[in-house]
């Protein structure tokens, strides 16, 4: 009898899985759940569509490792199967001099990461050689940082996977998963369907079906929404690629940036606000559920309590006014008249117990069930790595006791 694998999530990372999985292993059977309709209709289909090249993550860590495989295989997919992918590179101005020594750490740390083509650019003619329209005092360019179309390459993996014979489950809200060292059940729709192995990837409520397997409560889900405006003609024409602000590590989030889009349009943002409900795409989406397991949760008031700052600031940035005029600090005339509403997505960012974001991606295994409980940004771009990785870790042999155990690199490092 073949092994039996489920797959929970239609999101970028779940399609990876698959696709990965049925071609490694041809002879095993996989079944995909999806809650929704259609894939991708979450963080895959809701963001700003960059191939990020692995800037700013720590050397060695899951994030910093996967993302530099995950852009190879991205591109490589891409262009296997003719799916848009624009090198059209990235640009993080510094506007003061403290910026500028901030720069240099990055432009170490991308280094060591191995990110190609780094330059630091020292004046304005070598700033407007990339961007022409760009102001600063200095930037670090990165030539290869990429856009794509992740919604697109998540419905090629799926048509891909189910060629292959994957069977593809869309409504199919997962309620529950157990595992054991000999297999798991999915709940699904008043079903419990058994399979010799189960991998979770379930975004934004990824820590409350890890938590029905007996995972811990923490990492905890807190989900952050993202708001972009769009930039309107003739302004859009302004920017040729990515243009994003030097992070400040005093604040969790980056500030406002200019990113051009595969479709050609320029979104400005995002603003980063705590979101009251995991799923909602409207500024007045709101969940009691999720606003209450918020409120509930003591590491989240640690982490507020830590950044009052960052969110005064936010709350007098949040207005078309204000993106304007920090959108200006990069290029010149752009007022409030030429931001249209765009829009907003919703981050699944994972929290510690001490209230402290969790900055790596984490993966944890249960028997023979494999969660992943962290994968906020980059992991649209890390997905085929991340896949790889899953991929590697389990144990697709008969038995199932290969799979028993262990703990993802993150978790390996806090220990």
């Known amino acids: 009898m073949s092994t039996s694998i489920g797959i929970v999530g239609g999101g970028i990372l779940g399609a990876a899985l698959l696709h990965l999985l049925t071609e490694r292993h041809p002879d095993c059977s996989f079944t995909l759940f999806e809650k929704e309709s259609a894939p991708a209709l979450h963080q895959t289909g809701h963001n700003s569509g960059v191939v990020h090249a692995g800037l700013y993550y720590t050397p060695g860590s899951l994030k910093a490792t996967l993302t530099r ?12 199967h003719g799916l848009p992918y624009d090198e059209c590179g990235k640009l993080l101005i510094a506007t003061d001099e403290a910026q500028v020594h901030r720069l240099e750490q990055i432009a170490e740390t991308a280094r060591a990461n191995g990110v190609p083509g780094i330059e630091i650019l020292r004046t304005l003619e070598q700033i407007r050689r990339v961007e022409p329209h760009a102001n600063g005092i200095a930037a670090l360019h ?3 940082t990429a856009i794509t179309d992740y919604a697109a390459i998540t419905r090629k993996l799926l048509d891909l996977s189910e060629q292959r014979g994957a069977e593809l489950r869309f409504g199919a809200r997962v309620t529950g998963v157990t595992g ?3 297999g798991a059940v999915v709940e699904v729709g008043g079903e419990r369907l058994a399979f010799d192995r ?6 934004l409520q990824s820590d409350r079906i890890a938590k029905t397997t007996g995972g811990g409560r923490f990492p905890a889900i807190v989900p952050f929404a993202g708001s972009y405006y769009t930039l309107a ?3 859009a024409d302004l920017v040729k690629g990515l243009i994003y602000p030097v992070p400040d590590p005093a604040f969790p989030f980056l500030g406002v940036h200019l990113s051009r889009m595969i479709d050609g349009r320029v979104l400005v943002g995002p603003s980063a606000f705590l979101s009251f409900r995991r799923e909602g795409y409207s ?6 559920r999720d606003s209450l397991q918020i409120a509930g949760t003591g590491a989240f008031w640690r982490f507020a309590a830590r950044n009052i700052r960052s969110a005064v600031q936010q709350l007098e940035g949040n207005t078309r006014r204000a993106f304007a005029r920090q959108s200006r600090d990069f290029i010149s005339g752009i007022e409030r008249r030429d931001l249209l509403p765009g829009t907003r997505g919703v981050r699944a960012q994972a929290m510690r117990s001490d209230g402290a974001l969790e900055e790596d991606f984490v993966i ?5 069930v494999t969660h992943v409980r962290n994968a906020p940004s980059p992991a649209a771009t890390s997905s085929m790595a991340i896949a790889e990785h899953i991929a590697d870790m389990i144990d697709l042999g008969a038995g199932g006791s290969g799979a028993t155990g262990g703990t993802s690199a993150a978790e390996e490092r806090r220990a």
Do not use: H, N
Not at 70 to 79: D, I, P, Q
């Open 283 to 288: 500024s007045l989406s709101f969940s009691l």
């Open 142 to 144: 990165s030539p290869t």
């Open 180 to 182: 054991s060292d000999s």
């Open 233 to 235: 003609q003739p302004k």
């Open 364 to 368: 944890e295994r249960s028997g023979c």
């Open 198 to 203: 189960v991998i979770v990837c379930a975004g």
């Open 69 to 80: 495989r995950g852009v190879a295989l991205v591109k490589a997919f891409a262009e296997q």
